[in-house]
């Protein structure tokens, strides 16, 4: 069933080549296609296009079909195009001539425009849960270890004092940066495009704010022409932040694993997360982090596959949209799957608490002799003569202690303002006001 079709079928090869992978990717968006119906037809009952009894058993009818999808059981069936033509084959079965009248006023564009905002503002609320309950894994630890020291390094050469609360705090503040980012994409997504059919609207006196109120939109898209236009457009910059959590996931691995070699000894991971080698009995490979790492590099690829696919479309609907869903829908899973694994690891990591026993990380104590010699009134480039003098005739010797205590620094790590600012950000997506529209419109059907 196709819902274009008239009285000449297409070709078998190029029905099947224009289809693709749309009916596999269909299946992920099948709830949201029936919630963004739902909305639909209590617009069309309110301007008169449905009866009220006809919306009573449609609703009816779409809230088992509903029930189905998220039980994942929901099929499309061969020889039907897509989920939109699939729950409309389910209603007209059923319901006989009312199931034709949801399609009033609107088109498979503005259709899977509401599918795949509805399915990416669910995702992200479940990616933002995941960052946070990472974030609050790494604040964890970062008090755990706020007192164990390690060398930091510029140019991969020790450098200066750091300590494990630096390390895993740095990578929570990371991450609360990276949900502003979601946070902007997340506006962008929320706005509603139902009612711009095909890209120029509708003659039926369509009432978009309903549709906007009922779905829990923060607001509509306003012109029909740019609710087209925003297809790619939102998938690109939602692309955006996901590659950014990437780029701080990818980070984190790539320290996992060379701080876990023997050679630098820093951390320890635990033997059941690692991997072992087919004629090395020693080897316990960081197979998880090395996984990730890639997973996460290819994911900072997104907004440019996206970009590569919509950059020289000008406005209105093109087919060449259809393949943005195949490489935007996934990432969500494959983002989610990286930071659940990544969580699971950081909770487990041993830190050795000695790792500053070795006399080669003595140099990283210079700078503290050098702001020494400067608070007992050294000028400061004597001060840090002086010290190099000392380092060069094999004379310098320093406490393995540091007093750091501006704000950020080892001895004063501000995690409770890292932990606040999280919550401050997530508290703007305001997912409760999605959450309460959606259960009132479910809740609503008898």
């Known amino acids: 069933m196709k819902l274009w079709e008239k009285s000449v079928q297409v070709n078998k090869d190029v029905e099947s080549y224009t289809v693709g992978r749309d009916r596999e990717l269909d299946l992920y968006l099948a709830p949201y296609d029936v919630l963004g119906s739902m909305a639909h037809i209590k617009m069309l009952q309110s301007i008169g296009l449905l009866t009220a009894d006809e919306l009573q058993i449609l609703l009816k009818e779409l809230k088992e079909i509903y029930q189905i999808a998220i039980s994942g059981k929901f099929v499309i069936e061969e020889g039907i195009e897509d989920v939109h033509s699939q729950v409309e084959l389910m209603l007209t079965r059923k319901l006989g001539d009312v199931g034709k009248k949801i399609h ?197 690829a997104l907004p440019n596959d996206i970009t590569l696919l919509i950059n020289n479309l000008p406005s209105g609907y093109f087919r060449d949209l259809q393949i943005t869903k195949e490489v935007f829908i996934p990432s969500f899973e494959e983002m989610g799957d990286c930071l659940q694994m990544v969580n699971r690891m950081m909770k487990e990591i041993k830190v050795n608490e000695h790792i500053l026993d070795d006399p080669k990380y003595l140099l990283i104590f210079s700078v503290e002799e050098v702001n020494r010699l400067v608070l007992e009134g050294v000028p400061f480039r004597d001060a840090y003569k002086q010290v190099g003098l000392e380092i060069e005739k094999g004379n310098f010797s320093h406490s393995k202690e540091v007093q750091h205590t501006h704000e950020g620094s080892i001895g004063n790590l501000y995690n409770d303002h890292i932990a606040s600012l999280k919550e401050q950000i997530i508290d703007q997506f305001n997912f409760d006001r999605v959450i309460l529209a959606e259960k009132q419109m479910l809740d609503s059907i008898d």
């Open 104 to 300: 009033s006023g609107r088109s498979r564009n503005d259709q899977v425009l509401i599918d795949l905002k509805l399915f990416t503002r669910d995702h992200i609320h479940m990616l933002v849960e995941s960052v946070s309950g990472l974030v609050d894994t790494l604040i964890a630890q970062s008090e755990k270890y706020k007192s164990v020291l390690m060398p930091g390094y510029t140019h991969l050469q020790i450098a200066m004092p750091s300590s494990f609360g630096l390390w895993f705090g740095a990578y929570a503040e990371s991450l609360v940066d990276d949900l502003q980012m979601l946070l902007a994409a997340y506006r962008i997504c929320n706005r509603n495009p139902l009612g711009s059919a095909a890209g120029y609207g509708s003659s039926f006196p369509l009432n978009r704010q309903m549709t906007t109120d009922l779905l829990g939109f923060d607001s509509m898209n306003y012109n029909v022409v740019y609710a087209q236009m925003g297809r790619g457009k939102m998938e690109r910059t939602v692309a955006y932040a996901i590659a950014s959590i990437a780029g701080t996931i990818s980070k984190l691995s790539y320290d996992a694993c060379l701080y876990n070699s023997q050679n630098f000894g820093f951390i320890k991971l635990p033997d059941e997360y690692t991997t072992g080698s087919s004629i090395m009995p020693h080897k316990k490979n960081p197979d998880v982090f090395e996984l990730t790492r890639a997973k996460c590099n290819k994911l900072q």
